[in-house]
């Protein structure tokens, strides 16, 4: 069963405690129709957008659990100002979790290097818990990274991952025996990246210092990014690149642009995969 309730976004937390205690099995914020902002994308400047006064609060019961709790989850409704009525909705398992499972598979990168989930891995595999972090080595400009990383990393020497979402090309880097530091403007990105890192059993760093505060160079950077956001980082790219810079997320038509602002850098390769472009870099 689905419960349904709009309630002020200053009561959301209280709400969500009272559902909770109430058995609650799951919770999901939501917005009303027609509500929802436009996705903002990495080159967006300027401040977000308000977000609307109320929210669309949904929860979940198993269905026989309904009778025993619903008076006490409407009493407790009754006492946050400004909720509204609550609606309960009968809604079916459809398997979603296991769809999702199913899904995300082993992924062989190159004849040395293949990232899987856990429960599909064999030995020796790179592993990544899909999360909300991007990098799960299925995307092309994730691949196209890991190979990078495949063919360029040596023992020894630092790798910068800039946008380091799951962490996968750090941690890839890290068991080719180099120094990895992972950076990422989100912190779930940070969490993931360290907890992967450890599923692996190798050591990276990971943090969200901004790229114009790295100093130093680096022996080989990634940066899975889009051509709009290279192109506004690429002064600080050439300043930490102290030898080769991979590149990916761009999208074909937009590759020129990039090419420009990474200039006087060498363009030594570019690999076309569908709209997406991968490119590597050298001094």
């Not at 959301?12 to 009303?32: K, N, R, W």
Request: hydrophobic share 45%; net charge negative; glycine share 10%.
């Amino acid at each position: 069963m689905e419960l349904q309730v709009l309630v002020p976004r200053r009561e959301v937390e209280t709400v969500s405690g009272v559902l909770f205690e109430q058995g609650a099995i799951g919770l999901q914020e939501d917005y009303l129709p027609g509500e929802a902002p436009v996705p903002r994308q990495p080159w967006d400047t300027g401040p977000l957008p308000p977000l609307p006064e109320q929210v669309l609060v949904r929860a979940w019961w198993e269905a026989q659990s309904r009778p025993d709790c619903a008076e006490a989850v409407h009493a407790a409704l009754a006492g946050v100002e400004g909720a509204g009525l609550p609606r309960w909705v009968s809604v079916v398992d459809d398997g979603w979790a296991e769809g999702w499972r199913a899904q995300c598979k082993r992924v062989e990168v190159t004849e040395t290097l293949a990232v899987a989930p856990p429960w599909a891995a064999e030995a020796g595999d790179l592993l990544i818990e899909p999360g909300m972090a991007f990098g799960t080595g299925e995307h092309p400009t994730t691949l196209s990274c890991l190979r990078a990383v495949d063919e360029l990393a040596q023992a020894g020497l630092r790798c910068l991952d800039v946008g380091t979402g799951s962490g996968v090309l750090a941690i890839a880097a890290a068991q080719r025996g180099m120094e990895a530091w992972g950076i990422d403007i989100d912190p779930e990105s940070i969490r993931a990246a360290l907890g992967n890192a450890a599923l692996n059993g190798v050591e990276i760093r990971a943090d969200q210092t901004p790229l114009a505060n790295v100093e130093g160079r680096y022996d080989l950077v990634v940066a899975n990014l889009f051509a709009e956001v290279l192109v506004a980082l690429s002064d600080d790219l050439k300043r930490v690149c102290g030898g080769h810079l991979a590149v990916a997320g761009v999208l074909s038509d937009r590759a020129d642009g990039v090419v420009a602002a990474l200039s006087p850098m060498k363009l030594h390769r570019r690999d076309d995969d569908g709209e997406w472009c991968h490119m590597g870099f050298s001094w």
